[in-house]
């Protein structure tokens, strides 16, 4: 059975840093893309980033580039979601996410495309 469990999240000052842990189980990154999304009190998830290790490929929500960093530990079977220059719309409480790769490149960042997800960790950045 697919398990993921996110991790790391807590309360931060505007412009400090995060690192977030999805750790998996049951499945291989080279098999599942994973992602990570959030949801804001009153707002609808949203894709924030996500990694398909079969390919190497990324995906990053416009409001997130050049501060957030995902990459995958195969050896520790552990997705993380690196996050600096944090802002107070940040936010959030982050979910990870996966889906299994069937000859599709890249990865979705639509919430509806992933089967399985984790419980969510949350982030407050405060100003």
């Known amino acids: 059975e697919v398990q993921l469990q996110a991790s790391g999240g807590g309360l931060v000052q505007a412009g400090g840093s995060l690192r977030l842990s999805c750790a998996a189980s049951a499945l291989t990154f080279d098999e599942y893309a994973i992602g990570w999304f959030r949801q804001a009190p009153g707002k609808a998830r949203e894709g924030v980033s996500c990694?398909?290790?079969?390919?190497?490929?990324?995906y990053y929500t416009d409001s997130v580039k050049g501060r957030f960093t995902i990459s995958a530990d195969n050896a520790e079977n552990t997705v993380y979601l690196q996050m600096n220059s944090l802002k107070p719309e940040d936010t959030a409480v982050y979910y990870c996410?996966?889906?299994?790769?069937?000859?599709?490149?890249?990865?979705?960042?639509?919430?509806?495309?992933?089967?399985?997800w984790g419980q969510g960790t949350q982030v407050t950045v405060s100003s």
């Open positions: 996410a996966a889906y299994q790769l069937i000859y599709t490149p890249g990865c979705k960042s639509g919430a509806y495309e992933y089967d399985y």
């Open positions: 990694i398909n290790s079969a390919d190497g490929s990324t």
